[in-house]
């Protein structure tokens, strides 16, 4: 998920006092200077934001909701979808009130913890074939209803909500131990074929 930035104005310095909340965090983050981004980058995760106590991590989340966190492609969209999925709060003015440090704080926290989640997610790699490249199989990228569909059939189950609804670590599981058994077969069909071969 990348963070849009507007280049309107170019980045400059803005005043502290002009950052008091969240509504302002997001009107000026874009505009800032290198060195103040930095130092916002660095906020570390407020131990309550809203009220609520914060997660160890995305972990606690079943796979709608990181799949939401998937689709988001704004400042704006991260905290208003992070703070739905993660604390049942809608667009609510709360957050756009919230003291800006705790806004940045959690911004960053979910900002990383994506970035780890999806490098989990990314380390599930099969190997491709020249034939299985040949026949299209990058064509056969669903996205997360994907994994939905493929993880409902795996587990017999009649409703895609059902997949949805597990706790994303358990499909992610599933994934890598299929796809690790399926990289196997591959290697042991090799090994018996060339073995085939120079008999």
Not at 157 to 166: E, P
Request: aromatic share 10%; net charge positive.
């Amino acid at each position: 998920m990348r963070r849009q930035r507007t280049t309107t104005g170019g980045p400059r310095r803005v005043r502290r006092d002009r950052i008091r909340n969240g509504a302002d965090y997001l009107r000026w983050e874009p505009l800032l200077c290198d060195e103040q981004r930095i130092r916002l980058a660095a906020v570390p995760a407020p131990a309550r934001f809203l009220g609520k106590p914060m997660p160890q991590s995305l972990d606690v989340l079943s796979f709608e909701g990181l799949s939401r966190l998937w689709s988001v492609r704004t400042s704006e969209e991260l905290l208003v979808v992070g703070a739905s999925v993660l604390f049942g709060i809608g667009r609510d003015h709360a957050l756009y009130d919230a003291p800006a440090l705790q806004v940045a704080g959690f911004m960053n926290w979910l900002t990383a913890e994506l970035q780890r989640v999806n490098d989990l997610w990314n380390g599930i790699r099969s190997t491709k074939t020249a034939e299985e490249s040949m026949a299209g199989i990058d064509e056969l990228a669903f996205g997360a209803f994907g994994i939905a569909d493929w993880y409902a059939r795996r587990m017999g189950m009649h409703n895609h909500d059902d997949a949805f609804s597990t706790p994303w670590p358990r499909i992610w599981q599933c994934l890598r131990n299929d796809t690790e058994e399926a990289e196997y077969r591959k290697r042991l069909g090799k090994i018996l074929t060339d073995k085939t071969r120079h008999k």
